[in-house]
């Protein structure tokens, strides 16, 4: 799987990884973030 | 997609629902097979792809907490059983 170039939605949760920090990792891998959101369970 | 959920179940939940559709057939997603090919973000194919630094600063902490190699797993068996 391919990053470079891909369109990625970045699904964090609040008690995992935060959507904003998926998001900021996609992009160093050269991927467009279409999407990032954050869910919280609580 | 790119997942950054904690548990095993919530990573499976997740990727079902987005490649084969919710099943628990309560969301709008019910019976909706988007297809999306899903991994969670501390797999090696991301973890490979990314800046180190970048993924240092952003997962680092998060990856010593979580049981990474559980929710690895998990995202695997559903891309493993939807073939995508």
Same mark, same amino acid.
């Given at each position: 799987?391919?990053l470079?170039?891909k369109? =990625?939605?970045a699904l964090g949760?609040?008690?995992g990884i ?15 973030? =279409?999407l990032? =959101?954050?869910?919280?369970? =609580? | 997609?790119?997942?950054g959920?904690?548990?095993? /179940?919530?990573? &499976?939940l ?7 559709g919710?099943?628990s ?10 297809g999306?090919l899903?991994?969670? $973000?501390? %797999? /090696? %194919?991301?973890k490979?792809q990314a /800046?180190?630094a970048?993924y240092d /600063?952003?997962i680092?902490?998060? %990856? ?5 190699d $559980?929710?690895? &797993?998990?995202a695997k068996k559903?891309?493993d059983? $939807?073939s $995508?």
């Amino acid at each position: 799987m391919e990053l470079q170039g891909k369109k =990625v939605i970045a699904l964090g949760e609040r008690d995992g990884i935060q959507g904003e920090s998926i998001g900021k990792v996609a992009k160093s891998a050269g991927a467009e973030v =279409v999407l990032e =959101v954050t869910h919280c369970f =609580v | 997609m790119l997942l950054g959920t904690p548990t095993a /179940d919530s990573t &499976e939940l997740y990727a079902i629902t987005m490649t084969e559709g919710d099943p628990s057939w309560a969301g709008a997603l019910a019976g909706v097979a988007l297809g999306l090919l899903v991994y969670h $973000v501390t %797999e /090696d %194919e991301v973890k490979e792809q990314a /800046d180190p630094a970048v993924y240092d /600063d952003e997962i680092g902490i998060a %990856e010593m907490v979580l049981e990474v190699d $559980v929710l690895r &797993e998990a995202a695997k068996k559903v891309r493993d059983r $939807v073939s $995508v």
